[in-house]
Protein backbone atom coordinates (compact mmCIF):
# COMPACT_ATOMS: atom_id res chain seq x y z
CA UNK A 1 0.00 0.00 0.00
CA UNK A 2 1.81 3.50 -1.36
CA UNK A 3 -0.63 6.39 -0.94
CA UNK A 4 0.30 9.51 -0.08
CA UNK A 5 -2.63 11.94 -0.08
CA UNK A 6 -2.38 15.76 -2.02
CA UNK A 7 -0.67 18.17 0.33
CA UNK A 8 -1.57 21.20 -1.13
CA UNK A 9 1.47 23.41 -0.01
CA UNK A 10 4.01 25.17 -1.91
CA UNK A 11 7.48 25.78 -1.06
CA UNK A 12 10.33 26.51 -2.71
CA UNK A 13 13.12 23.89 -4.03
CA UNK A 14 16.36 24.07 -1.70
CA UNK A 15 19.35 22.11 -2.91
CA UNK A 16 21.50 20.11 -0.62
CA UNK A 17 24.90 18.40 -0.66
CA UNK A 18 25.70 15.16 -2.58
CA UNK A 19 26.05 12.10 -0.02
CA UNK A 20 29.45 11.09 -0.02
CA UNK A 21 30.46 7.53 -2.43
CA UNK A 22 27.10 8.60 -3.83
CA UNK A 23 27.46 6.92 -7.31
CA UNK A 24 28.73 3.85 -6.13
CA UNK A 25 25.55 3.17 -4.04
CA UNK A 26 23.16 4.84 -6.42
CA UNK A 27 24.61 2.19 -9.14
CA UNK A 28 24.09 -0.65 -6.43
CA UNK A 29 20.05 1.00 -5.43
CA UNK A 30 19.65 0.78 -9.70
CA UNK A 31 20.86 -2.43 -9.72
CA UNK A 32 18.54 -4.26 -6.67
CA UNK A 33 15.45 -2.14 -7.94
CA UNK A 34 16.22 -3.60 -11.66
CA UNK A 35 16.59 -6.97 -10.00
CA UNK A 36 13.75 -7.12 -8.03
CA UNK A 37 11.11 -5.86 -10.75
CA UNK A 38 12.02 -8.41 -12.92
CA UNK A 39 10.68 -11.09 -10.40
CA UNK A 40 7.16 -11.26 -11.46
CA UNK A 41 5.92 -11.21 -7.33
CA UNK A 42 2.34 -11.55 -8.41
CA UNK A 43 0.28 -13.90 -5.72
CA UNK A 44 -0.08 -17.47 -7.20
CA UNK A 45 3.33 -17.26 -9.57
CA UNK A 46 5.65 -18.69 -6.75
CA UNK A 47 8.62 -15.75 -7.69
CA UNK A 48 8.51 -14.41 -3.98
CA UNK A 49 10.82 -16.78 -2.44
CA UNK A 50 13.78 -16.17 -5.75
CA UNK A 51 13.30 -12.44 -4.72
CA UNK A 52 13.55 -12.99 -0.53
CA UNK A 53 16.78 -15.25 -2.02
CA UNK A 54 18.47 -12.37 -4.53
CA UNK A 55 18.05 -10.28 -1.10
CA UNK A 56 19.52 -12.69 1.16
CA UNK A 57 22.33 -13.43 -0.86
CA UNK A 58 23.27 -9.67 -1.13
CA UNK A 59 23.07 -9.30 2.68
CA UNK A 60 24.79 -12.63 2.87
CA UNK A 61 28.36 -11.74 0.25
CA UNK A 62 28.38 -7.90 2.66
CA UNK A 63 29.00 -10.09 6.25
CA UNK A 64 25.44 -11.36 7.25
CA UNK A 65 26.09 -14.54 9.19
CA UNK A 66 24.48 -17.39 7.29
CA UNK A 67 22.32 -18.28 10.76
CA UNK A 68 20.83 -14.59 11.03
CA UNK A 69 19.09 -14.92 7.73
CA UNK A 70 15.52 -16.77 7.39
CA UNK A 71 13.49 -17.64 4.51
CA UNK A 72 10.34 -18.71 5.85
CA UNK A 73 8.33 -20.06 3.22
CA UNK A 74 4.05 -19.90 4.00
CA UNK A 75 1.03 -20.52 2.42
CA UNK A 76 -1.18 -17.24 2.00
CA UNK A 77 -3.87 -18.39 0.25
CA UNK A 78 -4.43 -21.73 -1.17
CA UNK A 79 -3.29 -20.77 -4.71
CA UNK A 80 -0.18 -18.76 -2.97
CA UNK A 81 2.68 -20.32 -1.57
CA UNK A 82 4.66 -17.26 -1.10
CA UNK A 83 7.87 -16.38 1.58
CA UNK A 84 8.96 -13.71 4.03
CA UNK A 85 13.00 -12.94 4.58
CA UNK A 86 13.83 -11.77 8.14
CA UNK A 87 17.63 -10.60 8.67
CA UNK A 88 19.60 -9.34 12.01
CA UNK A 89 22.10 -7.49 11.94
CA UNK A 90 22.94 -7.62 15.91
CA UNK A 91 24.43 -4.90 17.90
CA UNK A 92 27.92 -4.22 18.53
CA UNK A 93 28.50 -5.35 22.01
CA UNK A 94 25.82 -5.29 24.58
CA UNK A 95 22.48 -3.97 23.04
CA UNK A 96 21.10 -0.23 24.51
CA UNK A 97 18.31 -1.11 23.77
CA UNK A 98 15.45 -3.49 21.88
CA UNK A 99 15.81 -4.23 18.07
CA UNK A 100 14.31 -2.10 15.33
CA UNK A 101 12.29 -4.15 12.82
CA UNK A 102 12.51 -2.88 9.23
CA UNK A 103 9.65 -3.76 7.08
CA UNK A 104 8.71 -4.16 3.39
CA UNK A 105 6.55 -6.43 1.31
CA UNK A 106 8.10 -8.14 -1.75
CA UNK A 107 4.72 -9.28 -3.61
CA UNK A 108 2.73 -6.41 -6.14
CA UNK A 109 -0.52 -6.53 -7.80
CA UNK A 110 -0.57 -7.99 -11.12
CA UNK A 111 0.40 -5.93 -14.65
CA UNK A 112 -0.41 -6.99 -17.84
CA UNK A 113 1.75 -6.33 -20.78
CA UNK A 114 -1.02 -4.89 -23.05
CA UNK A 115 -2.26 -2.49 -20.37
CA UNK A 116 1.28 -1.08 -19.95
CA UNK A 117 3.34 1.38 -22.16
CA UNK A 118 6.39 -1.06 -21.60
CA UNK A 119 6.75 -4.24 -19.96
CA UNK A 120 5.74 -4.08 -16.76
CA UNK A 121 8.34 -6.77 -15.45
CA UNK A 122 11.53 -5.24 -16.78
CA UNK A 123 13.15 -1.80 -15.09
CA UNK A 124 13.10 1.32 -17.49
CA UNK A 125 14.86 4.66 -17.29
CA UNK A 126 13.08 7.21 -18.90
CA UNK A 127 12.68 11.35 -18.52
CA UNK A 128 14.25 11.04 -14.44
CA UNK A 129 11.65 7.82 -13.92
CA UNK A 130 12.32 4.43 -13.11
CA UNK A 131 8.97 2.68 -14.44
CA UNK A 132 7.91 -0.73 -13.48
CA UNK A 133 5.91 -3.08 -11.52
CA UNK A 134 7.06 -2.13 -7.57
CA UNK A 135 8.86 0.58 -7.85
CA UNK A 136 6.52 2.93 -5.72
CA UNK A 137 4.61 -0.34 -4.14
CA UNK A 138 6.85 -1.24 -2.61
CA UNK A 139 9.97 -2.83 -4.03
CA UNK A 140 11.30 0.48 -4.45
CA UNK A 141 11.20 0.78 -0.64
CA UNK A 142 12.77 -2.64 0.05
CA UNK A 143 15.68 -1.88 -2.13
CA UNK A 144 16.28 1.71 -0.16
CA UNK A 145 16.21 -0.77 2.94
CA UNK A 146 18.75 -3.40 1.71
CA UNK A 147 20.63 -0.68 -0.27
CA UNK A 148 21.32 1.49 3.46
CA UNK A 149 22.22 -1.70 5.16
CA UNK A 150 24.85 -2.87 2.82
CA UNK A 151 25.87 1.23 3.19
CA UNK A 152 25.98 1.46 6.42
CA UNK A 153 27.89 -1.76 7.11
CA UNK A 154 30.57 -0.99 4.09
CA UNK A 155 31.45 2.04 5.87
CA UNK A 156 31.88 0.09 9.24
CA UNK A 157 28.58 1.29 11.37
CA UNK A 158 28.01 -0.21 14.55
CA UNK A 159 24.56 -0.33 15.66
CA UNK A 160 24.07 0.14 19.24
CA UNK A 161 20.73 -2.65 19.02
CA UNK A 162 19.81 -5.09 16.75
CA UNK A 163 18.43 -4.15 13.42
CA UNK A 164 15.82 -7.15 12.15
CA UNK A 165 14.87 -6.67 8.86
CA UNK A 166 11.40 -7.95 7.70
CA UNK A 167 10.17 -8.44 4.53
CA UNK A 168 6.46 -10.11 3.95
CA UNK A 169 5.28 -11.96 0.25
CA UNK A 170 1.48 -11.30 0.74
CA UNK A 171 0.40 -7.89 1.26
CA UNK A 172 -1.15 -6.95 -1.61
CA UNK A 173 -3.50 -10.13 -0.82
CA UNK A 174 -4.28 -11.87 2.78
CA UNK A 175 -1.74 -10.48 5.31
CA UNK A 176 -0.74 -13.68 6.34
CA UNK A 177 3.16 -13.06 6.01
CA UNK A 178 2.56 -10.09 9.07
CA UNK A 179 -0.03 -11.89 11.12
CA UNK A 180 2.55 -14.51 11.35
CA UNK A 181 5.40 -12.09 11.54
CA UNK A 182 4.09 -10.58 14.82
CA UNK A 183 2.68 -14.07 16.48
CA UNK A 184 4.53 -17.23 15.54
CA UNK A 185 7.51 -15.70 14.35
CA UNK A 186 7.63 -13.02 17.10
CA UNK A 187 11.00 -15.04 18.29
CA UNK A 188 12.79 -13.78 15.53
CA UNK A 189 10.85 -9.92 14.95
CA UNK A 190 9.88 -8.78 18.43
CA UNK A 191 11.59 -5.23 19.20
CA UNK A 192 10.83 -2.00 20.33
CA UNK A 193 9.41 -0.36 17.46
CA UNK A 194 9.12 -0.83 13.67
CA UNK A 195 10.04 1.28 10.79
CA UNK A 196 8.07 0.58 7.67
CA UNK A 197 9.10 1.48 4.42
CA UNK A 198 5.50 1.18 3.05
CA UNK A 199 4.28 4.17 4.12
CA UNK A 200 5.31 7.65 4.81
CA UNK A 201 7.16 9.81 2.23
CA UNK A 202 6.14 12.83 0.12
CA UNK A 203 5.34 14.79 -2.81
CA UNK A 204 6.18 17.64 -4.83
CA UNK A 205 4.51 19.94 -7.13
CA UNK A 206 5.37 19.72 -10.92
CA UNK A 207 7.82 22.68 -10.49
CA UNK A 208 9.52 20.81 -7.88
CA UNK A 209 8.39 22.33 -4.57
CA UNK A 210 7.99 19.73 -2.08
CA UNK A 211 4.29 19.70 -1.01
CA UNK A 212 5.07 18.13 2.33
CA UNK A 213 5.95 14.34 3.98
CA UNK A 214 3.88 12.12 6.10
CA UNK A 215 5.18 9.63 9.11
CA UNK A 216 2.30 6.94 9.61
CA UNK A 217 1.01 6.32 13.14
CA UNK A 218 -1.83 4.79 12.26
CA UNK A 219 -4.03 3.51 9.98
CA UNK A 220 -7.65 2.27 9.53
CA UNK A 221 -8.93 -1.40 10.18
CA UNK A 222 -10.06 -3.26 6.69
CA UNK A 223 -12.78 -5.14 7.56
CA UNK A 224 -16.01 -6.62 5.38
CA UNK A 225 -19.55 -7.39 6.18
CA UNK A 226 -22.62 -8.08 3.69
CA UNK A 227 -26.24 -7.01 3.58
CA UNK A 228 -28.37 -10.26 2.53
CA UNK A 229 -31.68 -10.16 1.71
CA UNK A 230 -33.82 -14.11 0.79
CA UNK A 231 -37.46 -14.47 -0.37
CA UNK A 232 -39.71 -17.10 -1.65
CA UNK A 233 -38.83 -15.41 -5.62
CA UNK A 234 -41.57 -15.93 -8.31
CA UNK A 235 -42.44 -15.56 -11.61
CA UNK A 236 -41.31 -12.19 -12.54
CA UNK A 237 -44.54 -11.65 -14.54
CA UNK A 238 -46.60 -11.47 -11.17
CA UNK A 239 -43.99 -9.02 -9.63
CA UNK A 240 -44.79 -8.19 -5.35
CA UNK A 241 -43.58 -5.67 -3.39
CA UNK A 242 -41.14 -8.21 -1.57
CA UNK A 243 -39.00 -7.81 -3.96
CA UNK A 244 -34.97 -8.61 -2.86
CA UNK A 245 -33.38 -6.25 -4.88
CA UNK A 246 -35.43 -3.52 -4.08
CA UNK A 247 -34.93 -4.29 -0.46
CA UNK A 248 -31.42 -4.44 -0.75
CA UNK A 249 -31.59 -0.99 -2.69
CA UNK A 250 -33.21 0.65 0.00
CA UNK A 251 -30.94 -0.70 2.53
CA UNK A 252 -27.90 0.36 0.48
CA UNK A 253 -29.14 3.84 0.12
CA UNK A 254 -29.31 4.34 4.20
CA UNK A 255 -26.02 3.08 3.83
CA UNK A 256 -24.90 5.53 1.59
CA UNK A 257 -26.71 8.69 3.46
CA UNK A 258 -25.57 7.48 7.11
CA UNK A 259 -22.13 9.58 8.66
CA UNK A 260 -20.11 7.58 11.58
CA UNK A 261 -19.49 9.58 14.28
CA UNK A 262 -16.51 12.34 13.30
CA UNK A 263 -13.34 10.87 15.52
CA UNK A 264 -9.92 12.63 16.73
CA UNK A 265 -7.03 10.90 17.73
CA UNK A 266 -3.32 12.04 18.60
CA UNK A 267 -2.11 11.37 15.21
CA UNK A 268 -5.12 13.02 13.10
CA UNK A 269 -4.87 15.93 15.58
CA UNK A 270 -1.44 16.75 14.77
CA UNK A 271 -1.81 16.16 10.90
CA UNK A 272 -4.91 19.08 10.77
CA UNK A 273 -2.89 20.97 12.95
CA UNK A 274 -0.43 21.19 10.33
CA UNK A 275 -2.74 21.42 7.38
CA UNK A 276 -4.68 24.03 9.15
CA UNK A 277 -1.85 26.25 9.01
CA UNK A 278 -1.09 26.41 5.11
CA UNK A 279 -5.21 25.60 4.02
CA UNK A 280 -7.35 28.29 3.08
CA UNK A 281 -10.59 29.08 2.17
CA UNK A 282 -13.45 27.04 3.15
CA UNK A 283 -11.56 23.75 4.21
CA UNK A 284 -9.19 25.32 5.98
CA UNK A 285 -12.16 26.66 7.80
CA UNK A 286 -13.66 23.56 8.33
CA UNK A 287 -10.23 21.89 9.79
CA UNK A 288 -10.12 24.89 12.25
CA UNK A 289 -13.39 24.51 13.33
CA UNK A 290 -13.12 20.59 13.73
CA UNK A 291 -10.12 20.73 15.67
CA UNK A 292 -11.88 23.35 18.30
CA UNK A 293 -14.89 20.94 18.55
CA UNK A 294 -14.37 17.04 17.24
CA UNK A 295 -18.42 16.59 17.55
CA UNK A 296 -19.04 19.12 14.57
CA UNK A 297 -20.41 16.92 12.22
CA UNK A 298 -20.59 19.69 9.57
CA UNK A 299 -17.24 20.34 9.65
CA UNK A 300 -15.81 16.73 9.58
CA UNK A 301 -18.88 16.69 6.39
CA UNK A 302 -17.13 19.46 5.03
CA UNK A 303 -13.70 18.50 5.30
CA UNK A 304 -14.69 14.71 4.28
CA UNK A 305 -15.92 16.34 0.74
CA UNK A 306 -12.64 17.36 -0.30
CA UNK A 307 -11.61 13.84 -2.33
CA UNK A 308 -8.05 14.27 -0.56
CA UNK A 309 -8.97 13.94 2.73
CA UNK A 310 -12.05 11.40 2.76
CA UNK A 311 -11.86 9.03 5.38
CA UNK A 312 -9.48 11.29 7.93
CA UNK A 313 -12.28 12.18 10.07
CA UNK A 314 -14.30 9.16 10.59
CA UNK A 315 -15.21 5.20 10.17
CA UNK A 316 -16.44 5.08 6.24
CA UNK A 317 -18.35 2.16 4.38
CA UNK A 318 -18.75 1.50 1.13
CA UNK A 319 -20.61 -1.18 -1.21
CA UNK A 320 -18.19 -2.70 -3.55
CA UNK A 321 -19.93 -5.57 -4.79
CA UNK A 322 -23.62 -7.07 -6.00
CA UNK A 323 -25.18 -9.97 -6.32
CA UNK A 324 -29.02 -10.71 -6.97
CA UNK A 325 -30.99 -13.00 -8.71
CA UNK A 326 -30.87 -16.36 -10.91
CA UNK A 327 -32.87 -16.48 -13.43
CA UNK A 328 -33.88 -13.62 -16.49
CA UNK A 329 -38.29 -14.28 -15.89
CA UNK A 330 -37.88 -15.03 -11.87
CA UNK A 331 -38.28 -12.72 -9.08
CA UNK A 332 -34.97 -12.92 -7.23
CA UNK A 333 -34.51 -15.28 -4.37
CA UNK A 334 -31.41 -13.56 -2.88
CA UNK A 335 -29.99 -9.72 -3.58
CA UNK A 336 -26.88 -9.20 -1.62
CA UNK A 337 -24.27 -6.45 -1.40
CA UNK A 338 -20.26 -6.90 -0.26
CA UNK A 339 -19.75 -3.84 2.35
CA UNK A 340 -16.24 -3.03 2.70
CA UNK A 341 -15.51 -1.05 5.86
CA UNK A 342 -12.32 1.59 6.89
CA UNK A 343 -12.95 1.08 10.59
CA UNK A 344 -11.21 4.84 13.06
CA UNK A 345 -8.37 2.80 14.97
CA UNK A 346 -9.49 2.01 18.76
CA UNK A 347 -13.20 1.12 17.15
CA UNK A 348 -14.12 -2.83 17.24
CA UNK A 349 -15.45 -3.89 13.92
CA UNK A 350 -18.14 -5.72 16.20
CA UNK A 351 -19.14 -2.37 16.93
CA UNK A 352 -19.43 -1.39 13.73
CA UNK A 353 -21.71 -4.34 12.51
CA UNK A 354 -24.05 -3.59 15.14
CA UNK A 355 -23.97 0.32 13.88
CA UNK A 356 -24.23 -1.22 10.14
CA UNK A 357 -27.36 -3.22 11.35
CA UNK A 358 -29.25 -0.22 12.87
CA UNK A 359 -28.56 1.61 9.70
CA UNK A 360 -30.09 -0.39 7.77
CA UNK A 361 -33.01 -1.02 10.01
CA UNK A 362 -35.08 -3.50 8.24
CA UNK A 363 -35.41 -7.24 9.47
CA UNK A 364 -36.13 -8.44 5.91
CA UNK A 365 -32.27 -7.73 5.59
CA UNK A 366 -29.54 -9.37 7.21
CA UNK A 367 -26.13 -7.95 8.19
CA UNK A 368 -22.98 -9.98 9.08
CA UNK A 369 -19.27 -9.30 9.78
CA UNK A 370 -17.73 -11.90 7.07
CA UNK A 371 -14.25 -11.80 8.61
CA UNK A 372 -12.26 -12.05 11.96
CA UNK A 373 -10.01 -8.58 11.54
CA UNK A 374 -8.43 -7.56 14.39
CA UNK A 375 -9.01 -3.69 15.86
CA UNK A 376 -6.23 -1.76 14.66
CA UNK A 377 -4.46 0.71 16.96
CA UNK A 378 -2.58 3.91 16.97
CA UNK A 379 0.71 4.39 17.67
CA UNK A 380 1.69 7.24 19.89
CA UNK A 381 4.19 9.78 18.38
CA UNK A 382 7.25 8.73 19.62
CA UNK A 383 9.56 11.49 19.74
CA UNK A 384 12.78 9.98 18.94
CA UNK A 385 11.28 8.72 15.89
CA UNK A 386 9.20 11.75 14.76
CA UNK A 387 12.76 13.19 15.41
CA UNK A 388 15.10 11.10 13.47
CA UNK A 389 12.35 11.50 10.52
CA UNK A 390 12.27 15.17 10.50
CA UNK A 391 15.93 15.66 10.36
CA UNK A 392 16.23 13.32 7.68
CA UNK A 393 13.71 15.00 5.17
CA UNK A 394 15.14 18.21 6.07
CA UNK A 395 18.60 17.22 5.61
CA UNK A 396 17.34 16.88 2.17
CA UNK A 397 14.51 19.30 1.73
CA UNK A 398 14.79 22.05 4.56
CA UNK A 399 11.37 23.67 4.15
CA UNK A 400 9.03 20.71 3.60
CA UNK A 401 6.39 20.69 6.34
CA UNK A 402 5.94 17.06 8.36
CA UNK A 403 2.98 15.63 8.91
CA UNK A 404 2.21 12.91 11.11
CA UNK A 405 -0.44 10.71 8.98
CA UNK A 406 -3.38 7.99 9.51
CA UNK A 407 -3.50 5.98 6.54
CA UNK A 408 -6.90 4.97 4.93
CA UNK A 409 -5.94 2.06 3.75
CA UNK A 410 -4.15 -1.60 5.23
CA UNK A 411 -0.25 -1.89 5.21
CA UNK A 412 1.81 -4.56 6.97
CA UNK A 413 1.80 -2.68 10.08
CA UNK A 414 -1.65 -3.76 11.79
CA UNK A 415 -0.86 -7.05 13.02
CA UNK A 416 2.29 -5.23 14.93
CA UNK A 417 0.23 -2.73 16.57
CA UNK A 418 -2.17 -5.10 17.20
CA UNK A 419 0.24 -7.02 19.14
CA UNK A 420 2.28 -3.99 21.33
CA UNK A 421 4.97 -3.18 19.08
CA UNK A 422 4.11 0.57 17.56
CA UNK A 423 5.38 0.78 13.82
CA UNK A 424 5.97 4.29 12.25
CA UNK A 425 5.65 4.77 7.96
CA UNK A 426 8.72 6.37 7.57
CA UNK A 427 9.97 6.17 3.87
CA UNK A 428 11.72 8.78 2.43
CA UNK A 429 11.02 8.30 -1.29
CA UNK A 430 8.80 10.99 -2.95
CA UNK A 431 6.75 11.53 -6.21
CA UNK A 432 4.55 14.33 -8.28
CA UNK A 433 1.21 14.46 -6.84
CA UNK A 434 -1.80 14.69 -6.67
CA UNK A 435 -2.38 13.76 -10.54
CA UNK A 436 0.76 11.36 -10.34
CA UNK A 437 -0.23 8.20 -8.00
CA UNK A 438 0.38 5.27 -10.02
CA UNK A 439 0.77 2.26 -7.41
CA UNK A 440 -1.70 -0.29 -8.72
CA UNK A 441 -1.76 0.88 -12.29
CA UNK A 442 -0.68 1.37 -15.96
CA UNK A 443 2.81 2.71 -16.27
CA UNK A 444 3.67 2.80 -12.36
CA UNK A 445 6.84 4.66 -11.81
CA UNK A 446 9.65 6.83 -9.55
CA UNK A 447 11.44 9.36 -10.13
CA UNK A 448 15.14 8.05 -10.07
CA UNK A 449 16.27 10.77 -7.76
CA UNK A 450 13.62 9.80 -4.85
CA UNK A 451 15.02 6.29 -5.09
CA UNK A 452 18.59 7.40 -4.42
CA UNK A 453 17.30 10.25 -1.85
CA UNK A 454 15.42 7.62 0.18
CA UNK A 455 18.68 5.49 0.54
CA UNK A 456 20.20 8.42 2.45
CA UNK A 457 17.32 8.93 4.39
CA UNK A 458 16.77 5.65 5.73
CA UNK A 459 21.03 5.99 6.45
CA UNK A 460 20.38 9.03 8.51
CA UNK A 461 17.57 7.21 9.85
CA UNK A 462 19.09 4.29 11.65
CA UNK A 463 22.43 6.61 12.45
CA UNK A 464 20.14 8.50 14.76
CA UNK A 465 17.90 5.40 15.95
CA UNK A 466 20.81 2.79 16.40
CA UNK A 467 23.71 4.54 16.08
CA UNK A 468 26.39 4.72 19.17
Known sequence: MRLLAPL???????????????????????????????????????????????????????GWAEGDLHILPYQAAPDNQTAALIARWPATGKPGG??????????????????WSMDPFRLVEQDGYFYGRGTSDNKGGAVALVTALLRLRAEGFRPKRDLVLFFTGDEETTGEGAR????????????????????GGGGFDKQGRPLGFSLQAAEKTYSMYSFTVRNRGGHSSKPRKDNAIYTLAEALKRLEAHRFAPMLNETTRAYFSVREKSETGPLGDAMRAWLKDPADGAAADAIEADEGEVGITRTRCVATR???????????????????????????????????????????????????????????????????????????????????????????ARPFRVSGIPVYGVDGAWGVVPDDLRAHGRDERLPVKALY???????????ALAGK
Open 98 to 115: KPILLMAHLDVVDAKRED
Open 322 to 412: LEGGHADNALPQLARATVNCRIMPGVEPAAVRDELERVVNDPEVTVERTDDQKMSLASPLRPDVVAAYTAAVHRRHPTAPIMPEMSTGATD
Open 8 to 62: PLLLPSVAFAAEPNADRWDAKARELLERSVAFPTVAGRGQVPAQAAYFADQLKAA
Open 180 to 199: LGAAEWRKWTDAEFALNSDA
Open 453 to 463: DDVDHWVDMLK
